[in-house]
């Protein structure tokens, strides 16, 4: 997604869906890029959340990044971090307002040293929802043999919040619900999604998963992961 960083202006940034795993079946791993778009040089902290163990989070030496120029980081969990088998968000903060624009990209090699992934863009606390605003919209989500999805959820301000998913079903009159609570800087990723909720074997179509706070002071980003069945192939699916 494009982005005019003349109009960015943010001290906390937070990348969701950073991943160093393999567990023999699949591998991920994140590349991140952060340019400073601002006139001047901006010196950014990074922490690492790993996912229902925010007690754990790790940080990163500061990083300079000069106006104008971009910080190319691979495989950033054990480069920064020295974090392996595990999965998370990395918040980014600076000490003032700064025109920051930053991606991961979580992916797999292939067997013929091939890759395949997802761009996940950073999220500031603005561009997130807290209580008493509207709900996310994330579309597009399926379970069936040719793709699953995964529904992902990262606190973006620093504070805890409890976090009601409502999906609608086409041509359904009845909506499931989950409520969960999601920590002060937290991530939360619920692999398929829809057969949690509507148990394994139901195949479904074109669903649209509501995402909003009902009680805490926190922010949060929400989006869908659409997983092709034989390619493993994933799509990002932002929330809107």
């Known amino acids: ?13 937070v990348l969701p869906g950073m991943a160093d795993l393999n567990n023999g079946a699949a591998n991920f791993h994140s590349d991140i890029r952060i340019f400073n778009g ?20 790790k940080t990163a030496t500061p990083i300079t990044i000069p106006a104008g120029q971009v910080k190319a980081v691979d495989n950033v969990l054990p480069t920064l971090f020295g974090t392996t088998a595990s999965g998370g968000s990395i918040v980014m903060t600076t000490d003032g307002n700064t025109s920051l ?23 500031s606390p603005s561009e997130g929802v807290g209580l008493g605003d509207r709900a996310l919209q994330v ?36 909506s499931p619900v989950l409520e969960t609570d999601l920590p002060a800087n937290g991530f939360l990723q619920f692999t398929s999604i829809l057969s949690q909720l509507l148990g394994p074997g139901t195949d479904t179509y074109n669903a649209r998963a509501s995402v909003e706070v009902i009680s805490g002071s926190g922010r949060i980003t929400a989006y869908g992961s659409v997983i092709d069945g034989d390619t493993q192939d994933p799509t990002y699916v932002p929330s809107q």
Do not use: C, H
């Open 101 to 123: 624009v930053a991606t991961g990209r979580t992916y797999s090699i292939a067997a013929n040293n091939g890759t395949f992934g997802q761009f996940i863009p950073a999220v």
């Open 1 to 13: 997604m494009p982005v005019q960083a003349s109009t960015v202006s943010a001290s906390r940034y």
């Open 139 to 174: 579309l597009q989500l399926e379970q069936s043999r040719s793709f699953r999805s995964n529904l992902g959820l990262a606190e973006l301000s620093g504070n805890p919040a409890r976090v009601r998913i409502i999906v609608t079903l086409p041509d359904s009159k009845v």
């Open 38 to 57: 601002g006139a001047t040089s901006a010196t950014v902290n990074l922490t690492y959340y790993p996912q229902g163990n925010t007690a754990g989070a």
